[in-house]
Structures are given as C-alpha cells and as structure tokens.
DNA sequence: CAACATTAAATGTATGTACATTATATTTGC
DNA sequence: GCAAATATAATGTACATACATTTAATGTTG
C-alpha cells in the first residue's frame, strides 16, 4: 500500500516531507512485526537485541558500556533491559573482577538456546525486506547512508 | 558514515539484514534529530504530530478514534498525548454534543501560533532529507512502499 | 422497553526511551 | 598518599509504546 493510502493523507508538501514520513512509518512497521514474533517467547525486540550482542562476545563477557557502544539506540536503558533478562536467566551479571565498576554480563545456555530457536523456527520471516532485490537492497543502503551523511 | 561504521558491526549476514538495520537505524536518527529541535519547545514529536492533525481539521474538532486513525503508530496512546497537550493549553477537550461517548479535541490559538514559529524559524531544518535529490527522494519512496508490499 | 452488544475514550500495567542525578570505584595530580 | 577528577553502572522521572481492561453512552433486538 502507498503511504498516502497507509496514512490516508493524501497530499504531502513535498516529496522530502512524504520520504521522510515514509522512512519512518516503514521502520515501525518493521519493528512491529519483529516485536509481535517474540511476543510469544516473552522476549521484546531491545533484549533480542542485546542477547545477539551477548552471543556476539561469548564466552567472553561484556560490559553495559560496551552493549550501549553496540546498540542501535545508544540512548536507551541497557542497564534495565539486563534487568529484564537476568530475570528470565537469560543472562547472568557478576563484577567484573579487574575493574570493580564495572560488571561482566555473559549470555547463558538458555538465552543462546532461545536465539537458536528463533533464527531456526522462522519466526522472523515475515519481518524482513525480502521483497526487495539485491539491487534493490543495495541501492537502499547507499540511500539511506546519503540521508545520515549530512553534516553532524 | 557508513552503516557498518555507525554501529561498529563490519560484516552483516546479507544484503537484506544490513538494509534492515540500516533503514531502522537512520528512522531513528531522523527522529532524534527532531525531537532535539522540539524540546526547546517544551514539545514531543507525537505531541507534534497530533497537533498537525489537529490543525488540519482546524476549526473542525478530531475526535480520539479520528487521531488514531491518522497516526503512524497507530497502538500510541492518543488519550494521553492529548492530556499532556491540554495542560500545555495547546489544545482543548469537550464533550461532543451529538455524541455524548466522543470527545471534541481542538487546537487553540496558541497551539496554532506554536505550529507557526516551529514552520517558520526551521528549527526542523537539520533533521530533514535534503541531501537526497528529487529523483532520489522518489526512488527511496518507492522502495519503501514495495518493502511493506509483502503479503499481511 | 429491557437485556445485550457495540462503540468511544480512559485507565492500568509492563516495558522502553531520553536525559539527569547518584553511588562507587578507579585514576590522576599535587 | 590523599583530594579532586573521571569512569562505570544504577537509579529517578517524565513521556511514549503496546496491549488489556474498565467505564460510560449508544445501538440493537426480542
């Protein structure tokens, strides 16, 4: 569906302003679809995230600065979203011996076994891009690394 | 800065894996880019957003189903954006007289004057689009249109 | 018309986002 | 070695998101 449709706006200022809606109408799309296939395996989509990161450093552990350092929102709370897996023993938290600030999360079978499940079972597979060509897709990356390209 | 760069991940699984990333990741850039320009303003961006709505209608009210309707996020909690925009006296609430289970929402002067400094002094001007030409900006549209394509 | 269903908005609750502040641990400079 | 600066994570607060439940008004049907 165009996005004039999806918004039932159907005149834009320009087509800046009907790109920019679009970019962000189409990531929450996204994002929604990707949150409803964890739904059912308790999961939301910033702690599927930080799992991957875990799984991503094991068996070595990482720091919370190091999962904000990787994180696609670097503003968000890494430190309640451990919370909420720790909770579930998704993950374990311990200080980190040699820098008594900091605190060494590590990944655990559970939660390496729950990532396994989910990139096996093909909950995922209708949150993807799938419908766009290899071109296509390339051409959206060098699109969307343009938008960010602006000065700082 | 390259996708790969922003978020220190130098190799993706797939073309179609770093596009999704990357089209989350540069929505969310754009957003946080707006709403710094906002908080001067005392503004949120669903607050910014619900008020364009609502000045759309202007002198017309919107009802709370009205607003959802034309959200892009369709599961926010438009009640409670609205609460935050009647103590700010951007907008008012009463009743609707032919409907006693419907609200009338309305913008107010000052809501309407706040619309007009944000448009006129562009304060949105650095969390825009401009870097990408006409052409570009109607090829990124379709793109994305053909991403949200695939079957519900 | 009374019982039931539906509609419209508000409220409740868990989680996340954005940003400021606090509590410790470590490093640095005198 | 100790005071001040810095690093690291946790906590506090306001707002938003996601979704379930509640409250009240209106529609529907026997």
Chains 1, 2 share one sequence.
Do not use: Y
Not at 1 to 30: C, S, Y
Request: net charge positive; hydrophobic share 40%.
């Amino acid at each position: 569906m165009r996005i004039e449709d999806e918004i039932k706006q159907p005149i834009f200022r320009n087509e800046n302003q009907k790109a920019h809606i679009n970019l962000v109408f189409t990531a929450g799309w996204l994002q929604l679809r990707q949150a409803a296939a964890f739904k059912p395996l308790g999961l939301t989509l910033p702690q599927f995230n930080i799992l991957r990161i875990l799984r991503g450093q094991h068996p070595l552990p990482a720091t919370v600065a190091l999962l904000i350092d990787r994180m696609l929102d670097k503003t968000s709370n890494a430190s309640r979203i451990v919370d909420r897996l720790e909770e579930k023993k998704l993950v374990t938290r311990t200080v980190c011996p040699a820098n008594r600030r900091a605190v060494d999360i590590r990944i655990t079978q559970a939660g390496l076994d729950l990532l396994e499940t989910i990139e096996t079972t093909g909950v995922l597979e209708h949150a993807n891009m799938s419908r766009l060509s290899e071109a296509e897709l390339r051409q959206l990356n060098h699109l969307l690394d343009k938008i960010r390209s602006a000065e700082e």
